[in-house]
């Protein structure tokens, strides 16, 4: 436990869970509290944290709640989607991405008050605590943190509900039976994780109230039987137009996420591996992002050369391992950051796509920097290309296998 602790900057949703954790950090550290309640786009009104944490003492000054979505898009997801990045070959990284803007903002709200620790509500199984703290840490080295679920002895739900009601913490309807899973939610995706979802040998479909789920889409059997033609725009590798109408980057994220939930796009069922070595089942909805990532694809397989798309592909996991161990903030993500962005220079142009049944397929892709060439791959007659020089190429890259041979016998 961190002695002499003046002031904390908590993460603070305004939920039960934060709302203990306000709470025990006035009892247990006798400090003063600082709450940050971030709009991530999570699709839930977060003006009522203020009134919350009113009720439980936090001064005016000391509560801060912004709307960050633009920040969000534009500086954690679409660097991001530069890279197509997927962790472990399927996950979008929604939760990862969110974390270290959440870390930014927590130290950069500490240094203007004054702070001298950070709290979070991440618990110590998970991979989160290592986000939060890995952020922490790379942008404040000696801040102070405080992490109450490796503190405390509130180790189940009953605990908390009666820690809650110690206190007078208001108990919202539903939370004082067993939660059938855990959410996390922002502009990119829904996580649901834990309790029903725990055996991975079981389909969701099984479980009572499945169909109720999903946030963000419809499932595809529910799709329309219509499909649905979009084209994108990009410049430098970030989208910018939907159907020729420019967009902010938070306005492209929404709109995508529309369309996609509409058309019952973008659901997962994974087992990951998590950082600190468990394997972890979890559902996962990110309608916008899958199309965004269908179509970056799409409009780089015309833009980028073939060293620099399978460069970029070598170096992918690599990226996206960083992101979801948390280390946005390392110079080795930098540095990756650098090179990708170096490879999107031209990344430029259209990509249309078909919608349709939880699909989204490239269906066609334009660019003024387009280095496909017609006339050297039709199987017409041709006047650039000459067939013939293809055979000494083929013997040079075949003589190291045809001395090998010879030498082997």
């Not at 939060?132 to 503190?151: C, Q, S």
């Not at 387009?370 to 890259?397: R, W």
Request: aromatic letters at 10%; glycine letters at 10%; one cysteine or more.
């Amino acid at each position: 436990m961190i002695k002499d602790v003046k002031k904390v900057v908590l993460a603070y949703s305004g939920g039960l869970d934060t709302s203990i954790i306000l709470r025990w950090l006035q009892d247990t550290y006798q400090c003063e509290v600082v709450t940050f309640t971030a709009d991530l786009g999570q699709g839930e009104e977060v003006e009522p944290a203020r009134e919350k944490a009113r009720l439980m003492g936090i001064k005016e000054e000391n509560i801060f709640i912004e709307d960050i979505r633009e920040e969000f898009v534009r500086d954690f997801v679409f660097p991001m989607f530069r890279a197509n990045a997927l962790y472990e070959g399927i996950y979008l990284l929604g939760t990862s991405i969110a974390r270290p803007l959440i870390a930014k903002r927590q130290i950069e709200i500490a240094i203007a008050t004054g702070a001298d620790a950070v709290s979070h509500g991440a618990t110590g199984k998970g991979n989160d605590q290592v986000r939060f703290e890995l952020g922490y840490y790379g942008l404040k080295p000696d801040i102070k943190v405080i992490a109450p679920w490796r503190e405390w002895d509130l180790h189940s739900r009953t605990a908390l509900i009666d820690y809650a009601e110690k206190h007078q913490i208001p108990i919202p309807k539903g939370k004082r039976g067993e939660a059938p899973y855990s959410m996390d939610a922002n502009l990119l995706h829904v996580s649901y994780e834990g309790k029903i979802l725990e055996d991975p040998a079981k389909s969701p479909e099984d479980f009572e109230g499945y169909a109720d789920m999903f946030r963000m889409t419809v499932s595809p059997e529910e799709a329309p039987d219509k499909p649905e033609y979009i084209e994108i725009g990009f410049e430098k590798g970030d989208a910018v137009s939907l159907d020729g109408k420019a967009l902010s980057p938070a306005e492209m994220l929404t709109a995508l996420n529309e369309l996609g939930g509409k058309h019952g796009i973008g659901r997962i069922d994974i087992v990951e591996n998590r950082y600190v070595g468990m394997k972890s089942r979890g559902v996962y909805e990110t309608p916008g992002g899958t199309i965004l990532l269908a179509a970056h694809r799409g409009i780089e397989s015309i833009c980028l050369d073939r060293g620099s798309a399978h460069l970029k592909d070598d170096i992918m996991p690599r990226y996206a391992e960083l992101i979801y161990n948390g280390y946005w903030f390392s110079p080795e993500r930098e540095m990756l950051q650098a090179l990708i962005d170096k490879s999107q220079e031209f990344v430029t142009g259209t990509v249309r796509l078909k919608l349709y049944k939880g699909i989204a397929g490239v269906v066609g892709r334009s660019s003024p920097y387009s280095l496909y060439s017609e006339a050297h791959v039709t199987f017409e007659e041709d006047s650039v290309y000459n067939q013939q020089d293809a055979e000494g190429f083929i013997k040079l890259n075949a003589l190291r296998l045809r001395l090998l041979n010879r030498a082997r016998g």
